[in-house]
């Protein structure tokens, strides 16, 4: 593999950088850059020299990306190699990631707030608690109806209703639905 230009450069430790914000490691972070922005797929040997890390730290943040579903596993005509390619579609990643977050965050957190609402309450104290875990539950359980009517929507439907963006409440309080939102 060539070596990277310094713009490929920049967004691969940037991508790295902010990897480590989102809850993945560094490494990782960097790999998925160059895959994305590869014109084609790569294999973990071509990864490890452009990124100068270990071949099995490479493989380690390969295992990882295949976990989160953000890479693809191909293989070439004529070579025994593994190759990793990025989906293409910025929507199709953002509707991954946003999947994977919600299996390994949201869905063990409303679990158990919904195990901790099935108890019923000893002292004031967990009253008290409880209904506080009762708001939490309420609200994520309509967020992630909300993002099940999301994930539904196709791409350009998406696409359009986030153009919208105040818009949408602007039409809500012009209608009396909603009333305007505190200001700070």
Known sequence: MEAM???VRSFVAHFGEM?????????????????FVSPRPL??????????????????GLKE????????????PGDRREYFEAPGDAWEIFRTLAEERRRR????????????LLETPATPDERYAQERMRGMHDLI???TSWFDDVQRMDTQTLGQLMK????????????????PAREA
């Open 19 to 35: 990897g480590s914000r989102w809850g993945i490691n560094r490494t990782v972070g960097q790999i998925y850059a160059l895959i």
């Open 164 to 179: 919208m963006g105040s818009k949408v409440q602007k039409l809500l309080e012009f209608t009396g639905r909603i009333k």
């Open 65 to 76: 990306l295949q976990a989160w579903r953000l890479v693809r596993l191909k293989h070439l």
């Open 5 to 7: 230009s310094p713009l």
């Open 141 to 143: 359980e309509l967020l």
């Open 43 to 60: 294999n973990a040997d071509e990864l490890a020299e452009a990124l100068e890390f270990s071949r099995s730290n490479v493989s380690m």
């Open 105 to 116: 965050e949201i869905e063990p957190t409303l679990s158990m707030l919904r195990n901790a």
